[in-house]
């Protein structure tokens, strides 16, 4: 079993920044892509920005040039860095990996999310 924990939301003002993090612990061998998704209310859940085991990283059209996905395989941990915060990225952040579960399939877990809020 794997747990995701998320942490570093908060509430900031607009135009300012915040850095979340997710730390995977359990029965961890390696974590294939991760990804940091987000849900405001009203809202369905939408990918924020992924990353692949090598590092290459995609970003929804919303965050770029914003945002910045990180990982540290070392730790099993996902960062987002999030900088010139707007009103419209208030969300509940998830973080979200795929876990390799024997030769040829994995699993996809989720953390519990952090609030992130900012005010105008």
């Known amino acids: 079993q794997v747990q995701l924990v998320e942490s570093g939301g908060g509430l900031v003002q607009a135009g300012g920044s915040l850095r979340l993090s997710c730390a995977a612990s359990g029965s961890i061998r390696s974590i294939n892509n991760m990804a940091w998704y987000r849900q405001a209310p009203g809202n369905q859940r939408e990918l924020v920005a992924t990353?692949?085991?090598?590092?290459?990283?995609n970003y929804a059209d919303s965050v770029k040039d914003r945002f910045t996905i990180s990982r540290d395989n070392a730790k099993n941990t996902l960062y987002l860095q999030m900088n010139n915060l707007t009103p419209e990225d208030t969300a509940v952040y998830y973080c979200?990996?795929?876990?390799?579960?024997?030769?040829?399939?994995?699993?996809?877990?989720w953390g519990q999310g952090t609030q992130v809020t900012v005010s105008s």
């Open positions: 990353i692949t085991s090598s590092g290459s990283t």
């Open positions: 979200n990996a795929d876990v390799p579960v024997g030769r040829y399939f994995s699993t996809t877990y």
